[in-house]
């Protein structure tokens, strides 16, 4: 989807042990891209459009993955600052209604299907074939 050499060389420049670059060689930048990845996404507290679109686009180089949420970015942002208002303040926290849950879940669950068809079919447009690697999801 995109070159992940340069973004690769410079989580292995930032890396403190001095034999880090030696893992890169031959396959073993899989790994380390594997491992830039986890450690990218570890590090996400707050999973809101501004923040998961540059994630997107660093590890996988999507771009404004937001973008392809049907029930838009604002939904979702709104779902995830709630979610952390009763994560944060417990029984504290403004009451919020079960039909307004369930509505939440389902806009979530929709995003996470338009981003699963969308990168679905960005690595059939930029392999080898042109069979999508697995079925849309609905």
Do not use: C
């Not at 771009?63 to 979610?83: C, L, Q, Y």
């Not at 029984?91 to 299907?113: C, E």
Request: hydrophobic share 35%; no cysteine; net charge positive.
């Amino acid at each position: 989807l995109h070159d992940a050499l340069p973004i690769l060389s410079g989580y292995v420049k930032q890396a403190q042990h001095h034999l880090k670059p030696l893992q890169l060689s031959g396959v073993g930048w899989k790994a380390v891209y594997v491992e830039f990845a986890r450690e990218s996404a570890n590090r996400l507290n707050t999973p809101k459009s501004g923040n998961l679109d540059p994630l997107f686009e660093r590890i996988l180089g999507v771009p404004n993955v937001s973008h392809s949420w049907s029930v838009g970015a604002t939904e979702v942002d709104e779902f995830v600052s709630t979610r952390g208002g009763i994560a944060h303040k417990g029984r504290h926290a403004p009451y919020i209604p079960i039909s307004a849950l369930k509505s939440s879940r389902s806009d979530v669950r929709q995003s996470a299907v338009d981003m699963d068809n969308l990168i679905s079919a960005l690595l059939a447009s930029n392999t080898p074939g042109s069979r999508k690697p697995w079925n849309a999801t609905t």
